[in-house]
C-alpha cells in the first residue's frame, strides 16, 4: 500500500540480518553509579522525519548502505563518562526517536526496562491491562498521528499476546516498534521459564525483526527499526532484548550509522514523468473514469483532493480509506466492496478508466477478480512493488510514493489546463441517478434503534469531526457507511485481519496522541468484551473516550451470514444468557461502574439523541450501550465472490432466505 494504512500480507523488501552480532561480555555483577547531566534544561530530541521513498540517487547513495547519524542534538540525562545499563540505553534510544509514550506491560524479562522508564523525563507510559490491549492501543497512536507507535512486552505469554497486533498492523500497514524483554542469553534455547522464540514466531508477521545479542547495538538496532516502521511502506518492527543485555553496563556509541544493505536500494524512487504523462493522456481520452483510493493515500490527501478539483473524477474509498477524501462531498460514492455502496461498485463495474492509488485489490473489494473493473483501463500506483499485479494486472503501473505522483500528475494537468478542458458531467450525471436509486438507507420497527440511526445521530452532534475506531463486525461497517469523514486518520479499525476487540485500546492510543480530540469507540458487544479490561486504563488515566456500544447480544455478522445462507440456523453467536433471554447479559453498565466511568443505556429511539449529547457533554470517559435488535443485516452486500448483478439491497433477520 502506498501509506501507513493499506494491508497486505507480504512486504517488496529484503529483511535485513535479523540478529545483532554476539558477544561474550560478562554481564556485570556491581552496582550501576546512575550520574546525571547537571543541567536543567529541558531535554532536546530530534523530531522523527517520515518519508516514504527515497530522493533521486546521489553519488553517496548509491555507493554505500548505510545512512551517517544525524548530528548530535540531544541532551542525555547521563554524563559521557559514565556508563549505563543497556535498559537505559534502549529508553534513551527511544527518546532520541521522538517517543514520548509508550504502552508497555511489565514482567520479569522486561523489568529493567521499566526501571529505566521511570527514570525517563521524557517517555510516560501508559499501563495496558493486557498485552494485546498495549499493541492496538500503540496502533491506534500510529494510525491517528501518522507517529510510530511503540508498545513494550515481557517474554513468553507477554511476547506471545502481541501477535495479532503485530499481524494486524503488517496487514493494514501501520508503522510501530514493538519491544520484548527475552531471557538471559545463556537460558536461551533451554525451554526456561517464559521463554518463546519470539522472532521465530513473528518473523512472517513482522516487516522485520531484531535479537539483540550485544549490548552495543542498541542505538544502532532502535535506529534501524524505527526508519525500517516508517519508511517505504509501513509496518511493524519487533526488538527482543535478552534480560542480562538489559542489565550489562555500557557506554553507547550514539554516531553509529545504520546498515541496511539491499533496503534502501529497493525502496522506490520518485516516479517517472513519462509514466505519469501516459496517465494523464488515459485521463483525458477516457469518458468514464473512478478514482479507487485506499489507505496507501492517507498520506496524500491534500493532493488527491487537488488532482480531483482538477479533473472532476468521481472517488471511491476502500474501508482503509475513508477520509483521504472527505466522504460529504459532492464527488464521494463512498465506500465500495463487499458493504459499499451500490452507487460506488457501479462506478467500478462501468468504468472505462480505474485509477487505482494505494490499493491491493482486496477480495473484500473485489469479489469476483475476473469481473471487476472489466471495462476498464487499470491504472496502479502503490509504493510496494509486491502488489502491483499481484491480483489484477495493470495496464500501466508506477512503483512510487503517491503523493510524489499526484503532486506530478497535478503539475502535469496544470500546464494542460484540465480543469478547464476535462468534462465528466455525463458520467456524474449517471452516477448520481445511482445515488438517488440507491441510498444508503434503513428501517426503524416499532420504538426498537436502527444501529444505523445511532451513527447518524453521532455524525450530526460531532459535526463529523470525532475520532472514530471499531471493533469488527456488524458495527464496523455500519459505522464505515454512515459517519461521514472528513479527514485522514479519523478513522480506526482493523481491516485486513479483522481482529475484535480492537476498538477499545486502539480509541485509548488515538486519545494520547489527540489531546483534545473528541475519540468515540463504536463497538460492538462480542468485540468490546474481548478487551473490556482495558476500562481500567481509561479511568484510570483519565482518556476521555467515550463508547458508543451497539448492543445486539449477538455475534451480528455472523448472524447475517448464519439467516443468508445457512437457514438462520444459530451455531453459538448468541452471547447473551440463554436461560433469561429477556435480560440484557452481560450488564457491561456493570463493567463500567466497576471502573468508576459513568454510563447509561438506551432502548428507545426517541431518546438516542438526548442519550448520545449526554455521553459527548459529559467530561472524561462515558459508556452508552445502545440496545439495537439483531435482526438488522449490513445493506448493500455482495456475496463473497460475487459481482454488482448479485447484490443484495434489502431484507433482514426477521424474514427467511
Not at 100 to 128: C, D, K, M, W
Not at 299 to 317: C, D, H, M, Q, W
Not at 539 to 553: A, D, F, H, T, Y
Amino acid at each position: 500500500m502506498a501509506a501507513v494504512a493499506a494491508a497486505a500480507a507480504a512486504t517488496a523488501f529484503p529483511k535485513p540480518s535479523v540478529s545483532s552480532s554476539s558477544s561474550a561480555i560478562p554481564v556485570p555483577k556491581f552496582t550501576l553509579p546512575f550520574s546525571f547531566n547537571p543541567q536543567t534544561s529541558t531535554p532536546r530530541f530530534r523530531s522523527l522525519h517520515v518519508t516514504n521513498s527515497l530522493p533521486k540517487p546521489t553519488a553517496a547513495t548509491t555507493s554505500t548502505s548505510t545512512i551517517p547519524a544525524p548530528k548530535e542534538t540531544f541532551l542525555s540525562r547521563f554524563s559521557p563518562d559514565h556508563p549505563r545499563k543497556g535498559a537505559d540505553i534502549l529508553v534513551e534510544a527511544l527518546e532520541r526517536e521522538g517517543v514520548t509514550s509508550v504502552f508497555a506491560y511489565p514482567g520479569g524479562a522486561s523489568l529493567e526496562i521499566h526501571q529505566a522508564l521511570t527514570r525517563s523525563n521524557i517517555i510516560r507510559n501508559y499501563l495496558p491491562r493486557h498485552e494485546q490491549g498495549g499493541v492496538f492501543a500503540a496502533e491506534g497512536y500510529a494510525r491517528s498521528s501518522g507517529l510510530p507507535g511503540v508498545c513494550i512486552a515481557t517474554s513468553g505469554p507477554g511476547a506471545t499476546n502481541l501477535v495479532s497486533g503485530l499481524a494486524d498492523a503488517l496487514l493494514d500497514s501501520v508503522p510501530i516498534v514493538a519491544i520484548t524483554g527475552q531471557v538471559p542469553r545463556r537460558m536461551i534455547g533451554t525451554d526456561a521459564f517464559q521463554e518463546t522464540p519470539i522472532v521465530e514466531i513473528t518473523r512472517s508477521i513482522t516487516k522485520h525483526n531484531y535479537s539483540v545479542l550485544d549490548v552495543d547495538d542498541i542505538p544502532r538496532i532502535v535506529k534501524e527499526a524505527f526508519f525500517l516502521a516508517t519508511s517505504g511502506r509501513p509496518g511493524p518492527v519487533l526488538i527482543d532484548v535478552p534480560k542480562d543485555i538489559q542489565q550489562q553496563l555500557a557506554f553507547p556509541d550514539w554516531n553509529v550509522s545504520m546498515k541496511l544493505p539491499g533496503y534502501l536500494s529497493r525502496l522506490p524512487k520518485s516516479p517517472n514523468v513519462t509514466h505519469l504523462e501516459q496517465i494523464v493522456r488515459l485521463i483525458f481520452e477516457s469518458k468514464k473514469p473512478v478514482l479507487y483510493v485506499g489507505g496507501g493515500c492517507l498520506n496524500s490527501s491534500e493532493e488527491l483532493r487537488k488532482f480531483v478539483e482538477l479533473t472532476g473524477i468521481p472517488v471511491a474509498s476502500t474501508l482503509m480509506g475513508l477520509g483521504a477524501y472527505p466522504l460529504g462531498d459532492d464527488l464521494s460514492l463512498q465506500m465500495l466492496g463487499m458493504h459499499g455502496t451500490v452507487y460506488a461498485n457501479y462506478s467500478v463495474d462501468k468504468s472505462d478508466l480505474l485509477l487505482a492509488f494505494g490499493v491491493r485489490f482486496d477480495d473484500r473489494v473485489t469479489g469476483k477478480l475476473e469481473a471487476f473493473a472489466s471495462r476498464a483501463k487499470i491504472v496502479h500506483i502503490d509504493i510496494d512493488s509486491a502488489e502491483i499485479g499481484k491480483n489484477k494486472q495493470p495496464h500501466v503501473s508506477v512503483c512510487a510514493d503517491v503523493k510524489l505522483a499526484l503532486e506530478g500528475i497535478n503539475k502535469i494537468l496544470e500546464n494542460r489546463d484540465a480543469k478547464d478542458k476535462l468534462d465528466f458531467s455525463s458520467w456524474t450525471a449517471e452516477l448520481n441517478e445511482q445515488k438517488e436509486k440507491y441510498p444508503l438507507t434503513f428501517k426503524t420497527f416499532g420504538e426498537a434503534i436502527p444501529p444505523q440511526y445511532a451513527i447518524q445521530v453521532l455524525d450530526e452532534l460531532t459535526g463529523g469531526n470525532a475520532i472514530i475506531s471499531t471493533g469488527v463486525g456488524q458495527h464496523q461497517m455500519w459505522a464505515a457507511q454512515f459517519y461521514k469523514y472528513r479527514r485522514p486518520r479519523q478513522w480506526l479499525t482493523s481491516g485486513g485481519l479483522g481482529a475484535m476487540g480492537f476498538g477499545l485500546p486502539a480509541a485509548i492510543g488515538a486519545a494520547v496522541a489527540n489531546p483534545g480530540a473528541v475519540v468515540v469507540d463504536i463497538d460492538g458487544d462480542g468485540s468490546f468484551i474481548m478487551n473490556v479490561q482495558e476500562l481500567a486504563t481509561i479511568s484510570v488515566e483519565k482518556l476521555p473516550v467515550k463508547i458508543l456500544l451497539l448492543n445486539n447480544q449477538h455475534l451480528g455478522m455472523v448472524v447475517q451470514w448464519e439467516d443468508r445462507f445457512y437457514k438462520a440456523n444459530r451455531a453459538h453467536t448468541y452471547l447473551g444468557d440463554p436461560s433469561n433471554e429477556s435480560e440484557i447479559f452481560p450488564n457491561m453498565l456493570k463493567f463500567a461502574e466497576a471502573c468508576g466511568i459513568p454510563a447509561a443505556r438506551v432502548t428507545r429511539k426517541e431518546d438516542v439523541r438526548r442519550a448520545i449529547q449526554t455521553m459527548l457533554d459529559t467530561p472524561g470517559p462515558y459508556l452508552l450501550d445502545v440496545i439495537v435488535p439483531h435482526q438488522e443485516h449490513v445493506l448493500p452486500m455482495i456475496p463473497s465472490g460475487g459481482t454488482l448483478k448479485d447484490v443484495i439491497v434489502d431484507g433482514d433477520g426477521r424474514r427467511q432466505y
